[in-house]
Protein backbone atom coordinates (compact mmCIF):
# COMPACT_ATOMS: atom_id res chain seq x y z
CA UNK A 1 0.00 0.00 0.00
CA UNK A 2 2.94 2.53 0.79
CA UNK A 3 4.11 2.15 -3.32
CA UNK A 4 0.51 3.63 -4.72
CA UNK A 5 1.45 6.31 -2.01
CA UNK A 6 4.33 7.58 -3.62
CA UNK A 7 3.59 7.43 -7.01
CA UNK A 8 0.71 9.42 -6.69
CA UNK A 9 2.53 12.05 -4.77
CA UNK A 10 5.49 11.98 -7.08
CA UNK A 11 2.58 12.53 -10.04
CA UNK A 12 1.23 15.12 -8.36
CA UNK A 13 4.34 16.69 -7.86
CA UNK A 14 5.59 17.02 -11.29
CA UNK A 15 1.76 17.82 -11.75
CA UNK A 16 2.18 20.66 -9.49
CA UNK A 17 5.42 21.74 -11.49
CA UNK A 18 4.32 22.14 -14.36
CA UNK A 19 0.99 23.70 -13.21
CA UNK A 20 3.34 26.34 -11.65
CA UNK A 21 5.57 26.48 -14.59
CA UNK A 22 2.57 27.65 -16.52
CA UNK A 23 1.38 30.20 -13.58
CA UNK A 24 4.89 31.67 -14.00
CA UNK A 25 4.77 32.02 -17.79
CA UNK A 26 1.08 33.69 -17.58
CA UNK A 27 1.26 35.81 -14.44
CA UNK A 28 4.66 37.72 -13.65
CA UNK A 29 3.98 37.45 -9.44
CA UNK A 30 3.73 33.59 -9.72
CA UNK A 31 7.91 33.81 -11.03
CA UNK A 32 8.38 36.10 -8.05
CA UNK A 33 6.53 33.89 -5.87
CA UNK A 34 8.55 30.52 -7.65
CA UNK A 35 11.60 32.55 -7.05
CA UNK A 36 11.14 33.30 -2.99
CA UNK A 37 10.30 29.28 -3.03
CA UNK A 38 14.31 28.32 -4.48
CA UNK A 39 15.61 30.49 -1.89
CA UNK A 40 14.11 28.71 0.39
CA UNK A 41 14.82 25.54 -1.31
CA UNK A 42 18.96 26.47 -0.75
CA UNK A 43 18.51 27.92 2.75
CA UNK A 44 16.74 24.68 3.79
CA UNK A 45 19.99 22.73 1.46
CA UNK A 46 22.20 24.78 3.58
CA UNK A 47 20.57 24.07 6.81
CA UNK A 48 20.85 20.30 5.82
CA UNK A 49 24.33 20.55 5.39
CA UNK A 50 25.17 22.52 8.39
CA UNK A 51 23.43 19.90 10.81
CA UNK A 52 25.59 17.29 8.54
CA UNK A 53 28.75 19.18 9.45
CA UNK A 54 27.69 19.50 12.98
CA UNK A 55 26.56 15.90 13.01
CA UNK A 56 29.95 14.76 12.09
CA UNK A 57 31.38 17.29 14.59
CA UNK A 58 29.28 15.21 17.18
CA UNK A 59 30.81 12.21 15.57
CA UNK A 60 34.73 13.36 15.52
CA UNK A 61 34.13 14.50 18.99
CA UNK A 62 32.36 11.22 20.32
CA UNK A 63 35.51 9.44 18.63
CA UNK A 64 38.30 11.44 20.62
CA UNK A 65 36.23 11.74 24.32
CA UNK A 66 35.99 7.30 23.67
CA UNK A 67 40.02 7.32 21.94
CA UNK A 68 40.34 9.84 25.62
CA UNK A 69 38.42 7.39 27.77
CA UNK A 70 40.32 4.70 26.50
CA UNK A 71 43.84 6.33 27.05
CA UNK A 72 42.93 6.90 30.79
CA UNK A 73 41.95 3.64 31.40
CA UNK A 74 44.99 2.43 29.98
CA UNK A 75 46.84 5.38 32.04
CA UNK A 76 44.78 3.98 35.24
CA UNK A 77 46.10 0.57 34.56
CA UNK A 78 49.58 1.80 34.59
CA UNK A 79 49.25 3.99 37.32
CA UNK A 80 48.21 1.00 39.32
CA UNK A 81 50.83 -1.38 38.28
CA UNK A 82 53.37 1.32 39.29
CA UNK A 83 51.76 1.51 42.85
CA UNK A 84 51.92 -2.27 42.88
CA UNK A 85 56.00 -2.34 42.08
CA UNK A 86 56.37 0.53 44.00
CA UNK A 87 54.97 -0.90 47.01
CA UNK A 88 56.81 -4.66 46.06
CA UNK A 89 60.13 -2.20 46.05
CA UNK A 90 59.08 -0.82 49.65
CA UNK A 91 58.95 -4.38 51.01
CA UNK A 92 62.20 -5.43 49.15
CA UNK A 93 63.78 -2.07 50.68
CA UNK A 94 62.82 -2.55 54.17
CA UNK A 95 63.94 -5.93 54.27
CA UNK A 96 67.10 -5.30 53.26
CA UNK A 97 67.06 -2.57 55.80
CA UNK A 98 66.54 -5.03 58.20
CA UNK A 99 69.06 -7.22 57.12
CA UNK A 100 71.40 -4.63 57.07
CA UNK A 101 71.13 -3.95 60.01
CA UNK A 102 71.08 -7.14 61.62
CA UNK A 103 74.80 -7.64 59.89
CA UNK A 104 75.98 -4.12 61.53
CA UNK A 105 74.77 -5.83 64.93
CA UNK A 106 76.63 -8.47 64.37
CA UNK A 107 79.49 -6.96 62.95
CA UNK A 108 79.29 -5.06 66.49
CA UNK A 109 80.24 -7.96 68.24
CA UNK A 110 83.84 -8.35 66.74
CA UNK A 111 84.61 -4.61 66.50
CA UNK A 112 86.71 -2.88 69.29
CA UNK A 113 84.45 -1.31 71.54
CA UNK A 114 85.89 2.09 73.78
CA UNK A 115 86.72 0.89 77.46
CA UNK A 116 87.37 2.70 81.04
CA UNK A 117 88.62 0.83 83.68
CA UNK A 118 90.34 2.19 86.62
CA UNK A 119 91.54 5.09 85.22
CA UNK A 120 92.77 3.32 81.96
CA UNK A 121 91.05 4.38 78.51
CA UNK A 122 91.38 1.63 75.44
CA UNK A 123 89.54 -0.61 73.13
CA UNK A 124 88.57 -3.91 73.46
CA UNK A 125 87.03 -6.68 71.39
CA UNK A 126 83.47 -7.87 72.64
CA UNK A 127 85.16 -11.45 73.68
CA UNK A 128 87.90 -9.91 75.63
CA UNK A 129 85.40 -7.84 77.39
CA UNK A 130 82.98 -10.53 78.27
CA UNK A 131 85.89 -12.38 79.24
CA UNK A 132 87.51 -10.43 82.27
CA UNK A 133 84.11 -9.46 83.44
CA UNK A 134 83.01 -13.19 84.12
CA UNK A 135 86.75 -13.74 85.63
CA UNK A 136 85.92 -10.42 87.96
CA UNK A 137 82.42 -12.14 88.79
CA UNK A 138 83.68 -15.38 89.70
CA UNK A 139 86.16 -13.56 92.23
CA UNK A 140 83.29 -11.40 93.63
CA UNK A 141 81.06 -14.49 93.73
CA UNK A 142 83.89 -15.93 96.50
CA UNK A 143 85.27 -18.63 94.03
CA UNK A 144 88.92 -17.84 94.21
CA UNK A 145 90.71 -20.76 92.88
CA UNK A 146 88.10 -20.22 89.86
CA UNK A 147 88.73 -16.20 89.36
CA UNK A 148 92.28 -16.97 89.62
CA UNK A 149 92.42 -20.01 86.41
CA UNK A 150 89.93 -17.10 84.66
CA UNK A 151 92.16 -14.33 85.21
CA UNK A 152 95.28 -16.41 84.07
CA UNK A 153 93.63 -17.34 81.10
CA UNK A 154 92.59 -14.20 80.43
CA UNK A 155 96.45 -12.58 80.37
CA UNK A 156 97.43 -15.75 78.22
CA UNK A 157 94.93 -15.34 75.50
CA UNK A 158 95.29 -10.96 75.73
CA UNK A 159 98.72 -10.38 76.81
CA UNK A 160 98.36 -6.68 75.26
CA UNK A 161 95.19 -5.75 76.46
CA UNK A 162 94.40 -2.66 78.48
CA UNK A 163 92.52 -4.79 80.69
CA UNK A 164 96.08 -6.87 81.90
CA UNK A 165 97.44 -4.56 84.52
CA UNK A 166 93.55 -4.74 86.35
CA UNK A 167 93.84 -8.54 85.92
CA UNK A 168 96.90 -9.05 87.42
CA UNK A 169 96.06 -7.20 90.06
CA UNK A 170 92.32 -9.17 90.47
CA UNK A 171 94.85 -11.80 89.97
CA UNK A 172 97.04 -11.38 92.81
CA UNK A 173 93.94 -10.93 95.30
CA UNK A 174 92.61 -14.57 93.74
CA UNK A 175 96.07 -15.71 94.45
CA UNK A 176 96.14 -13.96 98.47
CA UNK A 177 92.76 -15.47 98.88
CA UNK A 178 94.29 -19.26 98.13
CA UNK A 179 97.14 -18.62 100.02
CA UNK A 180 99.73 -18.54 97.18
CA UNK A 181 101.53 -15.55 98.64
CA UNK A 182 104.48 -15.68 96.36
CA UNK A 183 102.97 -15.88 93.28
CA UNK A 184 100.90 -12.96 94.56
CA UNK A 185 103.90 -11.42 95.26
CA UNK A 186 105.10 -11.73 91.65
CA UNK A 187 101.76 -10.88 90.32
CA UNK A 188 101.36 -7.33 91.80
CA UNK A 189 105.56 -6.62 91.29
CA UNK A 190 104.46 -7.42 87.60
CA UNK A 191 101.40 -5.28 87.66
CA UNK A 192 103.41 -1.98 89.26
CA UNK A 193 106.09 -2.58 86.85
CA UNK A 194 103.43 -2.27 84.31
CA UNK A 195 101.28 0.47 85.37
CA UNK A 196 103.10 2.33 88.01
CA UNK A 197 100.69 4.63 87.89
CA UNK A 198 97.61 2.54 87.91
CA UNK A 199 94.36 3.43 90.40
CA UNK A 200 95.05 0.17 92.09
CA UNK A 201 98.80 0.50 92.26
CA UNK A 202 98.81 1.67 95.87
CA UNK A 203 96.28 -0.86 97.13
CA UNK A 204 99.04 -3.25 95.32
CA UNK A 205 101.65 -2.75 96.91
CA UNK A 206 99.84 -2.71 100.05
CA UNK A 207 99.03 -6.61 99.47
CA UNK A 208 102.19 -7.29 98.69
CA UNK A 209 103.29 -6.23 101.84
CA UNK A 210 100.63 -8.29 103.22
CA UNK A 211 101.88 -11.53 101.14
CA UNK A 212 104.88 -10.54 102.36
CA UNK A 213 104.16 -10.90 106.18
CA UNK A 214 102.16 -14.12 105.72
CA UNK A 215 105.15 -15.32 104.78
CA UNK A 216 107.10 -14.19 107.58
CA UNK A 217 109.34 -12.39 105.66
CA UNK A 218 108.80 -8.99 108.53
CA UNK A 219 112.14 -6.68 107.46
CA UNK A 220 110.93 -7.09 103.65
CA UNK A 221 107.06 -6.36 104.25
CA UNK A 222 108.68 -3.35 106.03
CA UNK A 223 110.67 -1.95 103.16
CA UNK A 224 107.61 -2.14 101.01
CA UNK A 225 105.47 -0.70 103.54
CA UNK A 226 108.33 2.41 103.57
CA UNK A 227 108.62 2.21 100.14
CA UNK A 228 104.81 2.64 99.62
CA UNK A 229 104.51 5.70 101.85
CA UNK A 230 107.17 7.51 100.16
CA UNK A 231 105.30 6.42 96.03
CA UNK A 232 101.77 6.84 97.31
CA UNK A 233 101.45 8.72 100.50
CA UNK A 234 98.40 10.55 99.89
CA UNK A 235 96.27 7.14 99.90
CA UNK A 236 93.88 5.30 101.62
CA UNK A 237 96.47 2.47 101.27
CA UNK A 238 99.35 5.03 102.75
CA UNK A 239 97.34 5.15 105.85
CA UNK A 240 96.82 1.23 106.00
CA UNK A 241 100.37 1.00 105.93
CA UNK A 242 101.80 3.67 108.37
CA UNK A 243 99.42 1.05 110.67
CA UNK A 244 101.01 -1.65 109.45
CA UNK A 245 104.07 -0.19 110.33
CA UNK A 246 103.32 0.76 113.86
CA UNK A 247 102.24 -3.06 114.75
CA UNK A 248 105.14 -4.18 113.40
CA UNK A 249 107.94 -2.92 115.12
Known amino acids: MITPVLQSNSIYHRLAAVG ?4 AMLLPGAAHALFEDGEARR ?4 LRSRVDQLQLVDQNTASEIQQM ?3 LLELQGQISTLRSEVATLRGQNEELAQQLRQAHERLRQFEPQ ?10 AQPA ?3 AFEAALELLRAGDFA ?3 DAFDAF ?6 SGYVPSAKFWLGNALYATREYQRAIDTFNSMLAQAPSHARAADAALAIANSQIELKNVAAARRTLQNLLKVYPNTSAATEAQERLSRLR
Open 20 to 23: LTAA
Open 43 to 46: AILE
Open 69 to 71: RSS
Open 114 to 123: PVEIDGLRFE
Open 128 to 130: EQQ
Open 146 to 148: AAR
Open 155 to 160: IAQYPN
